[in-house]
DNA sequence: GCAATAGTGTCTTTGAGACAATATTGC
DNA sequence: GCAATATTGTCTCAAAGACACTATTGC
């Protein structure tokens, strides 16, 4: 048994001047709504404070209680974990929160580093978490929780800057697809009449590239000619076009 | 004065098990050497462990004894900082360290979220700064501190992803410039034969859309017709082109 | 048959690339 | 003049966009 001043040890333990710091990630999981024609991004509701009982990005500590080998697991830990639950087809990271550091969460400094997931539209939800609009949270319509809005939006840009030069937006559609189902998603992403000779081409650049392919199958809308069902063969890699998409 | 038991108070320091844990900003300044026609990232000499006496990305530590407002008041303090010392005309967030966090740095688990910035090429280095060829660290042909190596690579990607549809390369000239220099700017970071006629044309894109002007002045290489003397106007955005230069 | 909607075919437009023709300097 | 090097002008090519035309279904 030892006996020491306890201001002693209050100094000690301030002595290396380390404030109060949270590193966290976050992430942005994206699905089509086929028939709202609309992106959403699935929110959850916080079971702990701060923001207990708001609608959030979800997100872990990753350094807090739980040591990871890198953020690469710790992203694996926040899939597996009941905030989420389901394995998305498609990540990428898109940035670390660098404004307002000192004041975005109560409790101390932090920043976010976060994280955009592409999923499919079958995907079931728990009762905790729900799916909205992409705009409706990236422009800031309905507040959610710390500063999830702008991360948000940052998510909503890069999904369009990607989609006007790539092959992201078949990944929110289902594995078979129509050419009218890329022109919807195209549509929806960019908020934008889409040309449907342009992206008619796009899907046949796409199965000359081997990433789509033609099945022998058709379908039959309610209206119209029937479709050519194409299938998504690559789902782990984007194609980059050379020329964009028209996004006005 | 008060008497406690110091088991105690290593059982509560203990009590919340948070690791030891660094966030780190790095940057990789880059500039274009005209005369070598490469482009070059500025490293800095090691003053401290761990590293001591190794060529590194500036960098500095986020979450020690300083605290900034946010992570972008952080990199003003980097760039005020002995590492750096003058300012970058362009700066980039690039990413976050997502593997290996638990070993990257041998003191602990870390991460780091690195920059990009361009710089002018009559900036002055200092005894402990110098230039290296880009490729030679992002190729690993030169090992610097931590995984700089492989921050640098992700730079090196991103210069060539950006420079691939936008006024990005233009960035690396002097205020003043003419076609031929935005052709070798070109052809360096893309590591190939540019299209002349390909890039005329951008550079009239550039005029039209006001990102550069014409002057009346003329430059007289060693041989060849006289150049025509053009002048970046705007230097804090960049101009996206809706088609792809040749990267082959 | 007609409206609504979808696929197909043709023409235009835009911007990058190839290449020949022209301009300038050092020897 | 000639080689080396730079600009200018013309033609081609690839991919996106516009739009007319054809195909299919529900009423």
């Given at each position: 048994?030892y006996y020491?001043?306890i ?5 000690n333990?301030m002595s290396d001047n380390?404030?109060d710091?949270?590193?966290s ?13 609309q ?7 916080r079971?702990?404070?701060?923001f ?5 990005l979800?997100g ?11 953020i690469?697991?710790?992203l694996?830990r ?6 989420v639950?389901?394995?998305a087809k ?5 940035g ?6 000192k ?10 580093t976060?994280y955009m997931g592409i999923?499919?539209e079958s995907v079931?939800?728990k ?9 409706t949270?990236s422009?800031g319509?309905?507040?959610i929780?710390?500063d999830h809005?702008?991360?948000?939006k940052?998510i909503?840009?890069?999904?369009i800057?990607?989609s ?8 929110l559609?289902n ?17 934008a009449?889409?040309?449907k000779?342009?992206?008619r081409k796009?899907c046949?650049?796409?199965i000359?590239?081997g ?25 782990n ?6 020329r964009a998409?028209?996004?006005q």
């Amino acid at each position: 048994m030892y006996y020491i001043d306890i201001d002693l040890v209050e100094i000690n333990l301030m002595s290396d001047n380390k404030f109060d710091y949270l590193h966290s990630i976050d992430i942005g999981l994206l699905r089509y709504n086929s028939a709202k024609k609309q992106v959403e991004i699935m929110l959850v509701l916080r079971q702990n404070d701060p923001f207990i009982g708001q609608w959030a990005l979800p997100g872990i500590v990753i350094n807090g209680d739980t040591e990871d080998e890198s953020i690469h697991d710790a992203l694996q830990r926040l899939i597996s974990s009941t905030k989420v639950g389901f394995k998305a087809k498609y990540y990428e990271q898109v940035g670390t929160t660098e404004e307002n550091n000192k004041h975005r969460d109560p409790r101390c400094w932090s920043s976010s580093t976060f994280y955009m997931g592409i999923i499919d539209e079958s995907v079931v939800l728990k009762k905790n978490q729900r799916f909205v609009k992409l705009e409706t949270i990236s422009s800031g319509q309905e507040y959610i929780a710390f500063d999830h809005n702008l991360i948000t939006k940052q998510i909503h840009d890069r999904l369009i800057s990607k989609s006007t030069y790539s092959s992201l937006p078949i990944l929110l559609l289902n594995e078979h697809f129509t050419v009218l189902d890329a022109i919807n998603v195209c549509g929806s992403i960019m908020n934008a009449e889409i040309s449907k000779t342009g992206q008619r081409k796009r899907c046949e650049k796409l199965i000359e590239q081997g990433f789509v392919e033609t099945t022998n199958q058709k379908t039959q809308a309610s209206r119209g000619a029937p479709q050519g069902l194409l299938r998504t063969v690559i789902t782990n890699k984007l194609y980059f076009f050379d020329r964009a998409i028209s996004a006005q």
